[in-house]
T-cell receptor, first 114, second 114 residues
Framework: GDSVTQMEGPVTLSEEAFLTINCTYT??????LFWYVQYPGEGLQLLLK?????DKGSNKGFEATYRKETTSFHLEKGSVQVSDSAVYFC?????????????FGKGTKLSVIP | GAGVSQSPSNKVTEKGKDVELRCDPI?????LYWYRQSLGQGLEFLIY????????KSGLPSDRFSAERTGGSVSTLTIQRTQQEDSAVYLC????????????FGPGTRLTVL
């Protein structure tokens, strides 16, 4: 079945540091890929998505590129802020294979210190 | 506009009791999903509904779990004879259609089984 593997946390960075959170996937079909974010005390929010190979999703300074050849969708941000402290989830849906639900990675907790 | 709402926000129950959790999706969204989030298992898919089609129940962990969606809108997740391992945050999400793959999440119901 489909699965998502993302780097274990927690990750602690200083403000303005560069962020990478690795995500790789296995899927039966041609999935859509997502990053969701959960801020402290809040619900899951879509951060960005990509639906086909080489697409780049971007939002709030975060970027991720759909790499079919390496089955990866790594999340990056050039300069993190304290307000980026949250749990980040990589996810996929595999509609082409008839699987419309999201399959999530375990989540990576990011803490940004001033 | 109004997002996905869930009630109650917190529910504490005794082992063996039945509980009902409610989800109101975004108006006009035809697809509705239930997930649960627990420390040990991460985010797991439970069930989804698309319009008047038969629901996909493939993620339900046991026959103690059931869900219905009335009138293509509000959904209720029922857990019978609750067990301590059912303690988790239950999340509801909706999307415009099954194929419109961006899912919007509610704030969740935190269930604690004593």
């Amino acid at each position: 079945g489909d699965s998502v593997t993302q780097m274990e946390g927690p990750v602690t960075l200083s403000e303005e540091a560069f962020l990478t959170i690795n995500c790789t996937y296995t899927a039966t079909g041609y999935p859509s890929l997502f990053w969701y974010v959960q801020y402290p005390g809040e619900g899951l929010q879509l951060l960005l998505k990509a639906t086909k190979a080489d697409d780049k999703g971007s939002n709030k300074g975060f970027e991720a590129t759909y790499r079919k050849e390496t089955t990866s969708f790594h999340l990056e941000k050039g300069s993190v802020q304290v307000s980026d402290s949250a749990v980040y989830f990589c996810a996929l849906s595999d509609a082409g294979a008839g699987s419309y639900q999201l399959t999530f990675g375990k989540g990576t907790k990011l803490s940004v210190i001033p | 506009g109004a997002g996905v709402s869930q009630s109650p926000s917190n529910k504490v129950t005794e082992k063996g009791k039945d509980v009902e959790l409610r989800c109101d999706p975004i108006s006009g969204h035809t697809a509705l999903y239930w997930y649960r989030q627990s420390l040990g298992q991460g985010l797991e898919f439970l069930i989804y509904f698309q319009g008047n089609s038969a629901p996909d129940k493939s993620g339900l962990p046991s026959d103690r779990f059931s869900a219905e969606r009335t009138g293509g809108s509000v959904s209720t997740l029922t857990i019978q004879r609750t067990q301590q391992e059912d303690s988790a945050v239950y999340l509801c999400a909706s999307s415009l259609t099954r194929a419109a793959d961006t899912q919007y999440f509610g704030p969740g119901t935190r269930l604690t089984v004593l």
